[in-house]
Each structure stands twice: as C-alpha cells, then as structure tokens.
C-alpha cells in the first residue's frame, strides 16, 4: 500500500521509499526525497514562478532517463500550473509553489530545470546563463578560470554573475538581469562568448561542435533561449552519486585547483546553507538585476 504522508496539510502518495537510487553510496528514495523537502527553504525561491521540466530518472541515474515537459498525468489539482508559449503551440507545465508541491514531485525522482523567464511575463528575460562545460582533458578547473573572466566581462556591464556547480562536470553561471527578450538575452551571452574565445583561444569555443571541443571549456549560451532550461540551484542530478548543483564562492571559484573541490553530494548542502545562507539569493532580488545592454 502506497503510504500517504501530510504535508502543510495536503496529502502526498509516496512510493517505493526504500528504493536505492544510487547504487554506489546506496542513496535512497526515501533520502532523496528528505533532502528536497529539508532543502526548501533555499530551493523554492528558484523554483517559484517559472514552469519546470521534470528529467526523471525513477529506476536511478543508470536507469531510464527522460524529460517530462507538460503536466504528468495524476497531478493533483492542488499544483500549480500555467500555459507556457512553444513553437508547436502552447503547453501546460507545472509550476512548483510550494512545499507539498515540491514533495510531490520528488515523488517522481526528478531533476528540476526552469526556464530563464517567468510565466507571469515569457516575452522578457529576467535570467541570464553560461553553462561552462568542459571538454576533456580540461574539467571544472578551467572552467573557473573562464567564470572568472566572465565575472569581470559581466561587471563592466553592470551585471552581478553568481556561480554554481553544474551537479556533473561543468560550472554554471547566473545572474538577474532586465530590459530584454530571451532573444536578446542569447546574442547578449553569444556576444559574450565570442569575446571570452578571442581572449582565451586555447580554452575557451562557443560553438557545439564536438570536433572543437577536447581540452577547451564550452560556453553555452543557447540556454537563454526561451525554449531551454537549465539546472535548478540546489537540483541533484541523475550522476553516479548523489550529486547536487550547488551553488559556490567567488573565492572557492578562484582557489580551485582540483575537481573534487567543487563536487558536492546531498549532504553536503545543509551544512553549507547553515555557514552561507543562500549563495544565489542575489538573485531573487529585483532591485538587483542589471540592464540588458543595447544591441
């Protein structure tokens, strides 16, 4: 019988609790589902507003793994959702508001990806993401090197960026930004981009040929584009551990001198909430964003 548990006074069916999810540190269902519900707090604010897609992985990360984009069948009324633009048409997805919401989901065992834009206004950007990946040989290392010049790059523009681990092998950055599209925001961050590769040639491409990328660090900036979404802060990925895309120092960025620094598991977060706050909270404030420049 599937147990039901009581959350902020909805009820939430959870299922197959005991199921080990990552069969290396024998990570649980039930675990998983403790640390989304325990990480609320810093999670929520960056989930609120924006349309998720679900990339669940119910049988672990070396089972199947798929997106879920439009409402799942058997959500309950209770969630949130709202009618989001495609290309094909719109779509309903989710929207998670709140904690049982959040458990809900949990449920499915899933990573959370939002959109760069909220559903209250999809026409106008109000993030702007660099997903830094890296091409072996080169790793996380060179990629803090690339964030670092972005930070400076983004500053003399008037935009704040904030770093997070991608949760695999990258790095990501975020910053809160105004003024524009999700068009404008792409050849914003591709402008950007070009420039990072003609200042750091032997490191850094932005295009996505393969053929171009061993030993140098991508700069993706296709994922401003309304249509893609990106790691949640705080998410943990479908990896081979249960690792989270944690969000980090400027100084742990620039001090880093070997992957294992910036790889940060499910229980490892608390601890770090509790000496940080939240490291991204910058940007949930809109006092805080900076103005798209002009084309």
């Not at 309950?76 to 709202?82: D, F, L, M, Q, S």
């Not at 400076?152 to 960026?161: F, K, N, P, S, V």
């Not at 479908?238 to 690792?243: C, D, F, H, Q, S």
């Given at each position: 019988?599937t147990p039901?548990?009581?959350v902020?006074?909805?009820r939430?069916?959870?299922?197959?609790?005991?199921?080990?999810?990552?069969?290396?540190t024998?990570?649980?269902k039930?675990?998983?589902?403790?640390?989304?519900?325990?990480?609320?707090?810093v999670l929520?604010?960056?989930?609120?507003?924006?349309?998720?897609?679900?990339?669940?992985?119910?049988d672990g990360?070396e089972g199947?793994?798929?997106?879920?984009?439009?409402?799942p069948?058997?959500t309950?009324?209770?969630?949130?959702?709202?009618e989001v633009p495609?290309?094909?048409g719109p779509?309903?997805m989710?929207?998670v508001?709140?904690?049982?919401?959040l458990?809900?989901?949990a449920?499915?065992v899933?990573?959370?990806h939002?959109h760069?834009?909220l559903v209250?206004?999809?026409g106008?950007?109000?993030?702007?993401?660099?997903?830094?990946?890296?091409?072996a040989?080169a790793?996380?290392v060179?990629?803090?090197?690339?964030?670092?010049?972005l930070?400076?790059?983004?500053?003399?523009?008037?935009?704040?960026?904030?770093?997070?681990?991608a949760g695999?092998k990258?790095?990501?950055l975020?910053?809160?930004?105004?003024?524009?599209?999700?068009?404008r925001a792409?050849?914003?961050?591709?402008?950007l981009?070009v420039?990072?590769?003609?200042?750091?040639p032997?490191?850094?491409?932005?295009?996505?040929?393969k053929?171009?990328?061993?030993?140098?660090?991508?700069?993706d900036?296709?994922q401003?584009?309304?249509?893609?979404?990106?790691?949640?802060?705080?998410t943990?990925r479908?990896?081979?551990?249960?690792?989270v895309?944690?969000?980090?120092?400027?100084?742990?960025?620039?001090e880093?001198?070997?992957?294992?620094?910036l790889e940060?598991l499910a229980?490892?977060?608390?601890?770090r909430?509790?000496?940080?706050?939240?490291?991204?909270?910058?940007l949930?404030?809109?006092?805080?964003?900076?103005?798209l420049?002009?084309?």
């Open positions: 019988m039901i548990t009581e902020e006074g909805r939430v069916a959870l299922s197959n609790l005991e199921k080990v999810l990552y069969p290396e024998g990570f649980t039930a675990e998983l589902v403790h640390y989304y519900a325990t990480s609320a707090d929520l604010p960056h989930l609120r507003d924006r349309a998720v897609s679900f990339l669940r992985y119910p990360p199947q793994v798929f997106f879920t984009k439009n409402v069948p058997g309950p009324e209770w969630v949130t959702t709202a495609r290309s094909e779509a309903r989710v929207v508001q709140d904690l049982p919401s458990v809900w989901a449920n499915l899933t990573e959370f939002t760069q834009w209250q206004d999809p106008q950007a109000d993030r702007l993401v660099f997903d830094l990946d890296p091409g040989p790793h996380i060179h990629c803090c090197e690339v964030a670092l010049w930070r400076e790059r983004l500053a003399r523009d008037g935009i704040t960026a904030y770093p997070k681990t695999s990258g790095l990501h975020l910053a809160a930004v105004r003024g524009g599209s999700p068009e792409s050849e914003y961050a591709k402008a981009a420039e990072a590769e003609r200042a750091m032997r490191l850094v491409v932005h295009r996505m040929t053929s171009l990328r061993p030993g140098k660090v991508f700069v900036w296709s401003n584009a309304a249509r893609k979404t990106t790691a949640t802060p705080y943990l479908a990896r081979p551990v249960p690792l895309s944690a969000p980090v120092t400027w100084e742990e960025v620039a880093c001198r070997s992957p294992a620094q940060f229980d490892d977060v608390a601890p909430v509790q000496r940080y706050g939240d490291l991204l909270g910058g949930l404030d809109p006092g805080s964003a900076g103005s420049p002009l084309p």
